[in-house]
């Protein structure tokens, strides 16, 4: 199953190891169930301090293992496969069940272990999905942490007679008590505010009490990432708010355009920039969005930025850096069937369509690239593209016309997602040249038409223009003295990571030149 460079490497994060750990594994007669013995052998010879034992006869899903301690029947459960992106959270789950510390903060690992509440969670993901590690991390680490919790990570494409069951269409699909918890990325600090009921209470006061920020950046990806870098370095008091750090670039596969770096991935780029960040005096404030700004009064007094949990944070400074998020076809059964056939990631939810049809909203560069990939999954794929003609790159237009089992629809207006109920079952669009009308059927839907700035929230504070984008000149000033905005959500054209990191450096500096230049109030 590992290859010598994967033995060397998992062999030295195994010498982290301070306390024991078994691998207790409930296996079959099935091809899968030897893959899984074969696996768990080779971890077990890597380390004198990992064992592996069998113990078919347990009332639990077959193939799986549970990482415990030895004497114990506590931690997390992989049922099926834990490699692809998943093997990340497997070594993970070793070294924390093998006493090996946590990197997440310690007021919010002591929140978990106070939770006084049997929570038995499920999560199932597929081995594609670059989104499924962190919240398969997450609860992991839960159920390490605290016995009245446990989890299992199930791989859907293994496991498809409970996707079936369960209607799950998208992943990571989380379950709670046997219950639907939560679908899509979440934050270890998200699920936890979920599970205790008083957490975004006493979250809101936590951060009533801060001193207000020279700048305070609203926003955790590359832009603000890069803000706040600039703006620390400076020797400035800052802070960095955001729902989720990385933003858009999470749920971005491949990377091969950030100069210098010929290949990444979204999640390993977002992991550097917080690495990066860390290595700074910055005030990170994760898992909180924003829902109002409110301008200083006189120039040099301090702003308001409001969260959605109640907190008022001030600074003299502001950088609007919170990105933008996918556009919604806006069509009647779109919010009734997210998550029911109707997704946004081609990467994370297409082996859940294995064997099944399902079609593409978009002709541009990520609606092709979306159709090639799941061209090689799904049994076929038609393309609905609103204009006469893709807008997609010359090559990938190429490639996507020699696929035979890709049907390209053009002039094609979506109008309505169809639903048995329960889930997705196709699709009306009508022909903009013609006026008839078409039904599609479909178990999937695709969306892939482009990016909505992130701007909300600051309805009456800046000017924006008709799409939302917050409006600003060359220095990423925009229409208010001291609030400044960079990335995706303003009017700098072409959105991509390298653009919105330099501008998100840009406003840093201009903000910089701002406080030195302003008497505070």
Not at 29 to 55: G, M, P, Y
Not at 317 to 340: F, H, K, L
Not at 430 to 438: E, L, Q
Request: charge should be negative.
């Amino acid at each position: 199953m590992l290859d010598a460079n994967m033995k060397n490497q998992l062999k030295a994060y195994l010498e982290r190891l301070t306390k024991p750990v078994e691998l207790v594994a409930t296996l079959d007669d099935s091809d899968k169930s030897a893959e899984i013995r074969s696996l768990l052998a080779e971890i077990a010879e890597l380390s004198d301090k990992v064992s592996f034992t069998e113990q078919n006869n347990l009332p639990v899903r077959k193939p799986s293992f549970l990482i415990t301690n030895p004497g114990s029947h506590q931690g997390p459960r992989f049922a099926g496969s834990p490699m692809g992106h998943e093997f990340t959270s497997l070594v993970l789950a070793l070294l924390q069940t093998g006493g090996h510390p946590s990197k997440e903060a310690e007021a919010l690992l002591d929140q978990i272990r106070e939770l006084d509440v049997d929570l038995a969670f499920e999560t199932y993901y597929s081995l594609s999905c670059h989104n499924c590690p962190d919240v398969v991390q997450a609860l992991n680490l839960m159920a390490v942490l605290n016995p009245r919790i446990s989890h299992t990570a199930i791989d859907g494409g293994m496991f498809q007679n409970e996707i079936q069951e369960r209607n799950v269409m998208g992943v990571p699909a989380v379950f709670l008590n046997g219950k639907e918890f939560g679908q899509g990325r979440m934050t270890l600090t998200d699920i936890v505010s979920k599970v205790d009921v008083n957490a975004d209470q006493r979250a809101a006061e936590a951060l009533n009490k801060r001193d207000a920020y020279e700048v305070l950046i609203v926003g955790s990806g590359p832009a603000g990432a890069a803000a706040a870098i600039y703006s620390a370095r400076k020797g400035i008091r800052t802070g960095l708010m955001g729902e989720r750090f990385g933003g858009q670039v999470l749920d971005t596969v491949d990377i091969e355009n950030y100069i210098s770096v010929p290949k990444t991935e979204g999640a390993k780029l977002a992991g550097s920039l917080k690495a990066h960040v860390d290595e700074y005096q910055v005030d990170v404030i994760d898992s909180q969005s924003a829902s109002k700004l409110k301008p200083a009064a006189v120039e040099g007094g301090l702003h308001e930025v409001h969260t959605a949990s109640g907190a008022v944070l001030k600074a003299r400074s502001v950088i609007i850096a919170t990105g933008a998020r996918w556009r919604n076809m806006n069509v009647p059964g779109e919010d009734q069937y997210r998550t029911r056939g109707v997704t946004y990631c081609p990467h994370c939810d297409g082996p859940l369509f294995k064997g099944k049809r399902v079609a593409v909203i978009g002709g541009g560069n990520s609606g092709v690239e979306a159709a090639i990939d799941l061209a090689g999954i799904v049994d076929h794929v038609t393309l609905l593209e609103f204009a006469q003609e893709m807008k997609a790159d010359q090559v990938l237009q190429n490639k996507v016309r020699s696929l035979k089992n890709v049907d390209i629809v053009l002039n094609a207006q979506t109008t309505e997602v169809k639903g048995d109920g329960t889930k997705l079952t196709g699709l009306d669009y009508n022909d903009r040249v013609s006026g008839k009308g078409y039904h599609l059927e479909v178990a999937g839907i695709f969306v892939q038409i482009g990016l909505l700035p992130n701007t909300h929230w600051l309805e009456g504070s800046v000017e924006r223009n008709r799409m939302g984008e917050v409006i600003v000149d060359a220095k990423c000033e925009t229409s208010v003295k001291g609030i400044f905005a960079a990335g995706d959500c303003t009017t700098v054209p072409y959105k991509q990571i390298i653009i919105a990191t330099g501008e998100g450096a840009k406003a840093s500096l201009s903000a910089f030149d701002y406080l030195i230049r302003t008497p505070a109030a």
